[in-house]
């Protein structure tokens, strides 16, 4: 069994600060340039960012930065130019070690998202955030001590790899937190799941392709789940739908459809389905006429949950969630949401309270949230994936029933 | 029964206020986490301009009510007594000339002032909302809250601003201690620091001993602007760190800013305009329209023994625009509990001081006594604003 349980026994081996006063801490990226993963996070610690009603900047010193793919649009050379405390190295291991050939930070970012890589036969981008860790592993291992590290999104598209990082992770006891921004930033409502809650069904409405924002759309649906009566319990199966499979899903009432009816209410981003129409609720058909290619994966967790994501690009551009929870009438429903540049903002700044918790994993040598959260999630990307690449077979997911864990009990989302 | 409602308008095209709030009255709305049809029909429709693009026949006729050529026959649905339960004065949007304020002269009170010469000849009257603020004139806009109080018709105005989601979820307690106030907007005058003033209102409205009225206005533009030791810095750096917006260097990079630490804000801001708001009980306010540093709404305001709170008030995206889903919740709710859930006195208040803000403007500047201001007010115990 998987769980955070034994994670906790032992005493972590991860090493005091390098040294005393600011931590440093090293950037590993696959690319950065504007609007990419990087650059939204990176860009935080070395300029700061609105929260709590005051311009923060993080109390480390972001000094060292490796960037796989840095071609025309890469800012990381200009940044380094414009804050010379940063410095950009030619290896992993350099920027780990400052070229000092031992371990000389105190936290690692490492961001693989974005860039130009090539895609495997099921269309998953073969991101090398494996790769990078086992570089960053390797200095850990010869360095003899570790130093927490956050990983972008999921761990690895290919599951093995993924739990290969999370294992080498609890062996060296060094704290590794990942995950996607949908968890940490606002919701509208402003609300939370009740912790012990007894769910039934959850349903997140969402947009993007597969293997990108499905798991967005999955760590939406996990983080409020994963807080119901008993904890995470593993799950059991995954089955996905598309195109018209998908219709007929719906039909069939595979998930609930006042759950999806539901959490589109939340959306602030309905196509309206009739022209002169700003804002009104679609019909069926409207919704075939929008939705090219929907998708939905559909899963059961071991106490009998159910939960289904369905991505509905070309009818909203939000994520949506909603869920029955015994002893309310109506669905209880919000939207993760996303201030999305360049249309609607200039600023990504759902990635401020995920540096924020980023800085909290650095300070306190913890993750915020459950590791498990996002192995889980990684797995229901990579098995949704599957089913689909399988002909949108159901596929038993064993090695996903035995992700157990509790929530934290302190909310992690953006409320202040 | 479902209340039988007339809108009055001055257009009716795609995206008009007209158009996003009167829709929602015939094709529902999503709320709460639902789509919510309320017990409301649409009876008549009066347009003052039908310019190209005009929905309001389309609309008639999918929805079963009449478009009549005058307010008081669609108040009266074509008889010869009032025959609706509630009226939608929507007076956006539309070609009207400008006074040498810069205000857009839109009929609002010529509309209200048909309604109320209806519900004083049939001797029955019915809620009323007002979008927007009540009127360009202060005169006029007192005129029309006198009538309802006089008449005894409940009546709700005002902006999407004072109700749309916050980021975060705000809501200073009522009967705090402010001590200082601050408010950026962004867009044109007079429509868009009409919002940005409404905004500041529903949060200062919340202070100890409620509004107590406004003293005095000035409006300074330009770079006097940034020396004026009137206005908080440290609160403009709170309402800032609201901001998902941020321009200058952000649009080239994307990158985050300290707008104000940096110094870039005075470089991006070619023509700001502080408006200074005294009350009188001795809040002194401050709206800053910050055109070319944000594109958002935020707000920053120093509680006593709580320090610094701050938020912004989320305008939606457009087409959906959803922020106007929350404020016809809020109508829905006057019309069909017959009370306004918040007062009118903050629309009627933010009415007057705006004029006297864009008086101010037109003397250079000037700072005018307003003791025609002396609105007084309380806040609602509970919070208006969307958050469930």
Redesign the interface.
């Known amino acids: 069994m998987i769980s955070r349980r034994a994670v906790l026994a032992g005493a972590p081996l991860v090493a005091p600060a390098a040294q005393i006063g600011r931590q440093k801490i090293a950037a590993i990226c696959t690319t950065y340039f504007?609007?990419s993963h990087s650059?939204?996070i990176v860009?935080?610690f070395l300029?700061?960012?609105?929260?709590?009603?005051?311009?923060?900047m993080p109390p480390f010193d972001l000094v060292s930065i490796w960037v796989d793919q840095a071609g025309d649009t890469d800012?990381s050379r200009?940044r380094a130019k414009e804050v010379p405390s940063m410095k950009i190295y030619p290896s992993i291991a350099e920027a780990l070690t400052l070229g000092t050939g031992k371990l000389a930070v105190d936290g690692v970012l490492l961001i693989g998202e974005h860039g130009r890589y090539d895609r495997n036969e099921k269309r998953q981008t073969k991101y090398p955030r494996y790769e990078f860790f086992k570089e960053i592993v390797k200095v850990f291992d010869a360095s003899g001590r570790a130093v927490p590290v956050f990983n972008d999104k999921h761990l690895s598209w290919n599951w093995d790899w993924a739990k290969e990082m999370y294992d080498t992770s609890l062996r060296m006891k060094f704290p590794l937190m990942a995950g996607s921004s949908l968890p940490v930033t606002?919701r509208?409502?402003?609300v939370e799941m009740p912790v012990n809650a007894k769910v039934r069904e959850a349903v997140c409405v969402a947009y993007g392709g597969v293997d990108s924002y499905d798991f967005h759309a999955l760590e939406t649906l996990q983080c409020m789940v994963e807080r119901r009566k008993g904890g995470e319990t593993g799950v059991k199966w995954m089955q996905a739908y598309r195109g018209e499979n998908f219709w007929k899903a719906m039909k069939d009432g595979v998930w609930s459809r006042e759950l999806m009816?539901?959490?589109l209410?939340?959306?602030?981003?309905?196509k309206?389905s009739r022209p002169?129409?700003?804002?009104?609720?679609p019909a069926e058909e409207s919704m075939r006429r929008l939705v090219r290619q929907p998708v939905a994966y559909v899963y059961e967790h071991n106490d009998g949950l159910k939960s289904s994501m369905l991505l509905f690009s070309g009818l909203v551009e939000d994520f949506n969630f909603?869920c029955h929870v015994d002893g309310r009438k109506?669905?209880?429903?919000?939207q993760m949401?996303l201030?999305m540049?360049p249309?609607?903002?200039?600023?990504?700044?759902f990635f401020s309270p995920l540096t924020n918790n980023v800085e909290k994993l650095f300070l306190t040598k913890k993750s915020p949230c459950p590791l498990e959260r996002t192995l889980l999630t990684t797995g229901l990307t990579a098995a949704g994936v599957d089913s689909l690449f399988q002909n949108e077979k159901r596929l038993e997911t064993p090695h996903l029933a035995r992700i157990v864990y509790p929530a934290p009990v302190d909310s992690t989302f953006?409320?202040? | 029964m479902p209340k039988r409602v007339a809108i009055v308008t001055t257009i009716y095209r795609y995206l008009s206020h007209a158009q996003h709030m009167g829709d929602r009255f015939l094709i529902g709305y999503p709320l709460h986490g639902k789509w919510h049809k309320g017990d409301m029909q649409v009876v008549s429709l009066y347009v003052d301009q039908k310019p190209e693009g005009d929905q309001s026949q389309e609309r008639a006729k999918e929805f079963g009510f009449k478009v009549y050529p005058t307010i008081a026959e669609t108040l009266r649905c074509g008889g010869d007594k009032l025959a609706v339960d509630a009226v939608l004065i929507i007076g956006e949007h539309g070609d009207y000339p400008k006074n040498d304020l810069g205000q857009v002269l839109y009929p609002r009170y010529e509309f209200f002032k048909e309604c109320v010469d209806v519900f004083t000849k049939d001797g029955r009257s019915v809620p009323v909302y007002n979008d927007k603020h009540l009127s360009y004139s202060f005169d006029k806009a007192k005129w029309m809250v006198d009538q309802s109080k006089k008449l005894g018709f409940p009546m709700l105005a005002g902006s999407s601003l004072p109700v749309t989601w916050r980021l975060p979820d705000l809501e200073l307690p009522l009967g705090c201690e402010i001590e200082d106030a601050l408010m950026v907007g962004v867009g044109g005058s007079d429509p868009m620091d009409y919002h940005a003033l409404e905004a500041m209102q529903c949060m200062v409205e919340r202070r100890k001993g409620g509004e107590s009225g406004v003293k005095s206005v000035q409006l300074v533009d330009g770079e006097a602007v940034w020396d004026d030791p009137r206005w908080s810095k440290q609160l403009l750096v709170s309402a800032l760190s609201r901001s998902d917006s941020p321009q200058g260097l952000t649009i080239t990079d994307a990158r985050t800013q300290d707008l104000v630490g940096s110094g870039e804000l005075r470089k991006i801001v070619k023509n700001p305009a502080a408006y200074f708001i005294e009350r009188n009980d001795g809040l002194r306010t401050t709206l800053l329209m910050l055109n070319g540093a944000v594109k958002d709404y935020t707000f920053a305001a120093k509680i006593k023994g709580k320090g610094i709170a701050s938020t912004q008030f989320f305008l939606s995206p457009v087409p959906n625009v959803t922020y106007s889903a929350c404020l016809v919740s809020k109508i829905e709710e006057l019309f069909l509990t017959a009370k306004a859930p918040y007062p009118v006195e903050r629309t009627l208040i933010v009415s007057g001081a705006l004029e006297s803000c864009l008086q101010s403007r037109k003397t250079g500047g000037k700072k005018l006594d307003t003791p025609h201001l002396a609105v007084r007010y309380q806040g609602t115990r509970t919070a208006q604003h969307a958050r469930g």
């Not at chain 1, 960012?49 to 923060?56: K, M, R, V």
């Not at chain 1, 002169?276 to 609720?281: I, V």
């Open positions: 504007k609007f650059q939204h860009d935080r300029f700061g960012y609105g929260w709590n009603g005051t311009h923060h800012l200009g606002w509208t409502p402003s009816d539901s959490a209410c939340r959306s602030h981003t309905l309206p002169g129409f700003n804002n009104d609720f909603a109506d669905p209880f429903s919000t949401y201030p540049p249309a609607r903002t200039s600023l990504a700044n953006w409320r202040s």
